[in-house]
């Protein structure tokens, strides 16, 4: 047995593994987002208030702080349900690289960068959170390519 049939025999999974591999991703996704929205809920008035000092969401500061933690629950719900669980991802997915483009527009271009995303991460620097937030795109995308075969039912 050479090198790459060993590595690529190593890195195969079964069928269950995978589901179990990406179901135990969705929960460390889901964890994040409902902590995130627990805190933004939990302190809405200071989630309001950080958000009115970004230039350009400011004066949408009120609807936003209501959407981000709607869209967070929303998406844990989808994580939770198995049904639901490989458009919970996506969903994830995609709401983690909008916040990624928003981050690194905020790094780049303002001079005030208040964070109120949840008590662990707005303790990182900006470039460590940038990497926080790549290494959970990167868990969904893994997550959504073990299961990319698998089919739901109702």
Avoid at 89 to 114: D, K, Q
Wanted: some cysteine; overall charge positive.
């Amino acid at each position: 047995m050479n090198i790459s049939t060993l590595s690529i025999h190593l890195l195969s999974f079964s069928p269950r593994t995978k589901e179990w591999f990406a179901f135990a991703i969705s929960l460390i996704c889901l964890a994040l987002f409902i902590i995130a929205a627990y805190d933004k809920i939990a302190d809405h008035e200071r989630f309001v208030k950080g958000l009115a000092a970004v230039p350009v969401i400011g004066i949408y500061a009120g609807t936003v702080a209501w959407l981000v933690p709607m869209i967070e629950v929303i998406v844990t719900v989808l994580l939770l349900i198995p049904s639901t669980q490989k458009f919970g991802l996506w969903a994830f997915l995609i709401t983690m690289v909008g916040f990624t483009i928003y981050i690194l527009g905020m790094w780049l271009w303002a001079e005030n960068l208040p964070c109120h995303c949840n008590l662990i991460v707005e303790k990182l620097s900006w470039g460590e959170h940038v990497v926080f937030n790549m290494v959970f795109i990167g868990l969904a995308a893994w997550a959504l390519r073990l299961v990319k075969n698998k089919e739901y039912k109702s």
